[in-house]
């Protein structure tokens, strides 16, 4: 079997017919799991694809003139150049591993351009401290489910997908005289972080009787939620509050590191909020406060001002 002739089969692909492309892929590919696993196979079943249209190797005999074209594809073909960028991380990946392998003499990727992206500012639009305020408050109203999932994402900066997976054995601890709230978040990496009183008073109005088992229901139906749901009750949340704007599950995961920030919190201790691995990621959200009050120019003026 050629490489090429398989270059589109789902990943991974049976042992005993793999090319050198097909064992790296999978050598690679098994470094992750979930969703991490499932968004890099697709993006080399796409790099496999598109090699296989242009009677390419997905591996040997790649030059980085061939991975150039490939991003300058994937810009063609609508992908913003923040999504180029993403796609390129499995990619740029496999032949780095590939090379680390043995399998392939230089790494065609490691110097190829890719699109200059600014990341200074955040495009996701968070809540205000009064805004915030009213959505926590808002949520309550409506049922102790959309109270608890509120807190969990604005307060203690959840994703919707870790907001989701919450479990009521997950908050039973207590740490040096704190009741901790036990998630793993992305990446699979275990995270630990205290539940303030009145987040605690939410998740246990929302757990009632029950001592094990999801935290966050349903509340018509009673089952467990997933990402999905996490969604759609952020949305009835924020019609309820009437927020002229769309509110997403990651507007108040913005909105509890801003304001952690705004509050007059450390960068760092607002990078342990926010379980962010780089520093640079947590300045961002800072960048994209906005906060016109205390911009720099109103110094300067007040500086200058008897010119």
């Known amino acids: 079997m050629s490489t ?37 196979a697709a993006q ?9 249209a242009n009677g390419l190797d997905p591996l040997v005999g790649i030059q980085r003139a061939h991975v150039e074209l ?53 495009r996701t639009q968070g ?35 870790e907001a989701a997976a919450v479990r009521i054995e997950d908050y039973a601890d207590l740490l040096r005289g704190h009741r901790v709230l036990h998630v793993i978040g992305k990446g699979n990496k275990p995270a630990t972080m205290p539940l303030t009183v009145p987040v605690l008073r939410v998740l246990e109005a929302c757990r009632g009787d029950r ?38 599950p990651h507007s108040l995961r913005h909105a509890a590191i801003t304001n952690a920030l705004d509050a007059g919190v450390p960068l760092r201790d607002a990078q342990i909020l926010a379980r962010h691995a780089d520093p640079r990621t947590t300045e961002h959200y800072d960048r994209a406060r906005g906060n016109l009050d205390r911009h720099g120019v109103h110094f300067l003026t007040a500086y200058v001002a008897g010119v």
Not at 44 to 52: A, T, V
Not at 114 to 121: F, S, T
């Open 4 to 40: 090429t002739a398989s270059s589109t089969t789902v990943l991974p692909f049976q042992p005993s017919s793999m090319s050198p492309a097909q064992l790296s892929a999978v050598s690679y590919l098994a470094r992750y799991t979930g969703a991490t696993h499932d968004l890099y």
């Open 44 to 52: 080399l079943r796409r790099w496999f694809g598109w090699c296989d």
């Open 70 to 122: 490939y991003i300058r594809h994937l810009g063609e073909d609508g992908l913003m150049d923040s999504s180029v960028n993403t796609m390129m991380h499995a990619v740029r990946g496999y032949f780095r591993f590939a090379h680390i392998d043995g399998t392939i003499p230089a790494d065609p990727a490691v110097y190829a351009r890719l699109p200059k992206v600014h990341r200074d500012e955040s």
């Open 127 to 161: 809540l205000d401290r009064l805004e915030l305020i009213r959505f926590l408050q808002v949520a309550q109203t409506i049922t102790v489910h959309h109270g608890a999932l509120a807190y969990l994402l604005g307060i203690n900066a959840l994703r919707a997908s």
């Open 211 to 248: 001592t094990a088992g999801p935290l966050v229901l349903r509340p018509v139906s009673g089952n467990p939620i997933d990402r999905r749901d996490v969604y759609r009750m952020v949305q009835r949340i924020a019609q309820a509050a009437r927020f002229p704007r769309h509110i997403s």
